[in-house]
């Protein structure tokens, strides 16, 4: 793969501290303290994670690049799309991390602008749709009651996934969709990044503060009440 080849990602990252909602605790916390509860959270989020980047690697491969076929990147398999620094920062912080990002060459595309926004889409709208199905899954076969929070933060944390990725924000999918221009280019798009992930306004960053209403939006059309 040629050097500067541009690709997508990272991160995925997860903004709203789902398991700290629930628990108060991190993720090792959450391990010693109730394993059953940790391995659904952080098998979900690695899923998560997995489908969104692999949604990445379908979609250029249907748009004529074979590029993650050739990365070996065409596949469900999470443990393909799983960055080891990224995997850790779940681990400690439980509140975000990411996944490898998504190779794809744009001279492969016939249309580079609007192909490299459609394969961009194909993150969070597979998080959408997984979050869906799960939603229509729960309402067919209610989880036991001790794991009814556990399940619905399943939900959540998809949307809330799909959610932050789509934010304008370099090199945050929606930078890629919404954005024909990169305005912040040449600039240190990391401290961009963090600035809208430091809770600045009373505990909250700008990325919750813009998140949170469409996440209670979203919610309370697929949470069963």
């Known amino acids: 793969m040629p050097a500067g080849l541009p690709v997508l990602g990272p991160p995925p990252a997860i903004v709203t501290p789902i398991c700290h909602m629930m628990y108060n605790s991190n993720m090792l916390d959450l ?20 489908i969104h980047e692999a949604a ?3 979609m250029a491969d249907r748009l004529g690049d074979p590029t993650p076929r050739a990365l070996g990147r065409l596949t469900l ?3 393909a799309h799983l960055d080891p620094l990224g995997t850790l920062v779940i681990l400690v912080t439980g509140a975000f991390g990411w996944g490898k990002p998504a ?45 009814t929070a556990i399940s619905y933060s399943l939900i959540a944390l998809n ?27 040449n600039r240190n798009n990391l401290l961009l990044l963090l600035l809208i992930l430091f809770p600045l306004f009373g505990g909250h960053s700008i990325a919750s503060l813009i998140i949170s209403p469409l996440s209670r939006l979203f919610l309370s059309l697929l949470l069963p009440n």
Do not use: E, M
């Open 103 to 147: 190779p794809f060459d744009p001279y492969n595309l016939q249309n580079p602008r609007r192909d490299t926004a459609l394969i961009a889409l194909a993150g969070p709208a597979s998080n959408i749709l997984l979050a869906v199905l799960l939603s229509f899954l729960f309402r067919l076969v209610p989880p036991p009651y001790q794991l």
């Open 77 to 79: 398999n999470p443990i």
């Open 159 to 185: 949307i809330n996934l799909a959610l932050f990725n789509l934010l304008p924000v370099p090199p945050l999918d929606g930078s890629k969709i919404f954005l024909r221009t990169n305005p912040w280019k």
């Open 56 to 58: 990445h690697c379908f």
């Open 31 to 50: 391990l010693f303290t109730s394993p059953p509860a940790f391995a659904l959270i952080f098998g979900g989020i690695i899923i998560a994670i997995g």
